[in-house]
């Protein structure tokens, strides 16, 4: 501190820390935001159906969203931090997390079709592997098109397809809730992105 007791912080400095603090507070991270995320879906599905009960969404659907939301989150990161030279070592321990909660959830084989399909979701989307471009908004856009192009919209679509395509309400809120996914994905998506390169895995 200096001479008037106010503290100095370096906001673009680095935290130094182990692999295993940084997966814990990761998939802390993951798992609020898909909480947020959950409640703006709750909120839609309350503002046009007053008396539905929350609890009809089933758990196996919910499952699958935070397991489908945790591992497009974090191969979207490790895609951002492939010059770190524990990539492997923090990918392994973030599956072997995985696989436990999994478990824990009746999901296993779920987990192994979404740790297979995701990468190669991102891989082949030339416009953010090369580019960088994760969302882009569409302009004077027709009826019945896309709000948004890229990767960030491609993945929310998937992530609510997998999850919840054969709930009868969600399915006749469909467009209105996904574009609030949408939304939410992408701001999930830059806090995690700026929460990564904050750390240095030592």
């Not at 007791?5 to 990761?26: A, M, P, S, W």
């Not at 079709?113 to 580019?131: G, L, Q, S, V």
Request: charged share 25%; net charge negative; proline share 4%.
């Amino acid at each position: 501190m200096n001479d008037q007791n106010i503290t100095r912080h370096d906001y673009g400095g680095k935290v130094e820390t182990n692999c295993e603090k940084f997966i814990e507070g990761l998939i802390e991270l993951f798992d609020d935001l898909s909480d947020f995320a959950l409640s703006r879906i709750h909120k839609k599905i309350f503002e046009s159906v007053p008396n539905y009960n929350v609890n009809k969404l089933p758990q196996k659907d919910i499952n699958h969203f935070k397991l489908t939301w945790y591992i497009t989150l974090a191969e979207l990161m490790f895609f951002s931090m492939k010059s770190q030279p524990k990539l492997e070592e923090i990918r392994n321990m973030f599956y072997t997390e995985m696989e436990i909660t999994a478990a824990e959830r009746n999901a296993t084989p779920f987990l192994m079709e979404a740790r297979t399909t995701i990468p190669r979701i991102i891989m082949r989307n030339k416009d953010f592997t090369e580019n960088g471009i994760f969302n882009t908004p569409t302009s004077n856009r027709a009826e019945d098109t896309p709000r948004n192009n890229g990767l960030g919209p491609e993945l929310a679509r998937i992530i609510m397809e997998t999850s919840f395509s054969t709930n009868p309400i969600i399915g006749t809120l469909y467009d209105d809730i996904l574009e609030i996914f949408e939304l939410e994905f992408n701001n999930a998506y830059g806090h995690c992105s700026i929460s990564c390169a904050t750390f240095s895995i030592i």
